[in-house]
């Protein structure tokens, strides 16, 4: 990342260039440009047609940063904790990422994302990149390029990337998946301590965060998930517990603390690996997924037969299970149709 | 599908509080934007620092404290030198007529006085950013 201020990114003063080739786009990503980066994310983030190569392009450079989500309920402090966090890696010579994510309306398709503002003056800091996301069409809550949206600011130079996101829905397992370390942040009002926190929080921390330590059974909340963690049978990491006042920012620095050991406890077991390749078979899974999810409904007379079968269930003539068994059978089809098809004209191979 | 029209909602200045500016950006959202609310007290520098990292199509400024003649002009001369023309300025608060033309005239959007109705704020950000995506040739 360039350690130049954030803006300047030395477009000439003549014509302005509205439709920057791709080429150039990288180049300037190459140069350090923020702007270039933050349109980088955004034809990655809308899933646009050029976006594997962009991220092919990009892959070599991906990898270095550590990447933390950060995880739990609305108002708990995650983004004003994200803010101290970020505050205390510049000091430490990092060039932290942040990316943000927040629930689309399914019935709008708007979304208000607000965690930029508990980021204070750091935000500004040449060596910060903040990104929010709308979680878009993503039934889990955290946007489907999110991982993604990470692999550009990896290749940007963030050695840090915190990703947070509200804990609704599928968000935290989501989260915990594409985090090397997953923080849970908690409040003591957040119903009856550790009754109240969902299936699967104690099986995706690495870290427990009481937030709020100001207010009245931040203790008592403690205790509890320091209970409920030793009722568990731990295989090598058990999951800490700290008290943050994220406002005033204590507890941050032990937190930091806990981070890097969590981080090196990864590297002594090899377990920065083995999270690395589950990543890599979910990613390219979901690639493949794409793309023949695509091609099977491209060409459109697979949907008509679908269509057409409907009004042959609806008239009590054909099962759903009949039906799409057909469906099947005629999709399988049509794609070893296009394959003879690609191989009567084969591609040159890529360079 | 049409690519999300992505809005920066702030308030510069020291002045007050954010009421007006929360319920433009709750309205944006209801039609169907990704609002990015970056809050109180903020700077042209900041501003402008946050509209290139959320490459957001539309900034809109919420100005009270009868500032708009030195912050839009700043804000416009900061997403320049961003290489960040092409990104809407527009806002509102207490700006007589004549300032509204100058600012237009200086290159801001359409501004909006206090009485402004908020589907009509929507219907025009919709439009104006589209017809610059249709300029560049997304
Ligand atoms: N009392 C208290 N309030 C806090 C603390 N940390 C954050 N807050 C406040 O809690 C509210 C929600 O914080 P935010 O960071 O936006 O939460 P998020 O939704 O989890 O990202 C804000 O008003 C913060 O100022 C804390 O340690 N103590
Ligand atoms: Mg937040």
Redesign the pocket.
Known sequence: MASRTATEDDIPDTEPDLVPSLDDLLLRFDEGSKRAAARLISIVEEGRPEALAILDRLYPRVGGAIRVGVT????????????RLVELLVRAGEKPGIV?VDPTSPFTGGALL??R??MGPVANHADVFFRSLGSRGSLGGLSLHTAEVADVLDAFGCSWLLL?T?GVGQSELDVAQKAHTTLV?L?PESGDGIQAMKAGLMEIADIFVV?????AGAEKLLEEIELSIDLKEWLGWRPPVFL?????G?GVEELHQALLAHRRWLEEHGMLQQKRRQALESRVRDLVEDVLHRELWQNGTLLQSLRDGLDTIERGEDSPYQLARALVEQGRAALAVRRALERGHPREPKG | MEEKIRVLIAKPGLDGHDRGARVVANSLRDAGMEVIYAGLQQTPQMIVNAAIQEDVDVVALSILSGAHMTIFPRVLQLLHEAGADDVLLTGGGIIGPEEMEELQRMGTGRLFGPGASLSEAAEYIREEVRARRARRGD
């Open positions: 739990g309920p609305p108002g708990a402090g995650k983004s004003t904790l994200a803010d943000a607000g965690d503002v508990r947070e509200v942040v409040v937030n709020k330590a100001d207010r943050t006042e994220a406002r005033g204590r």
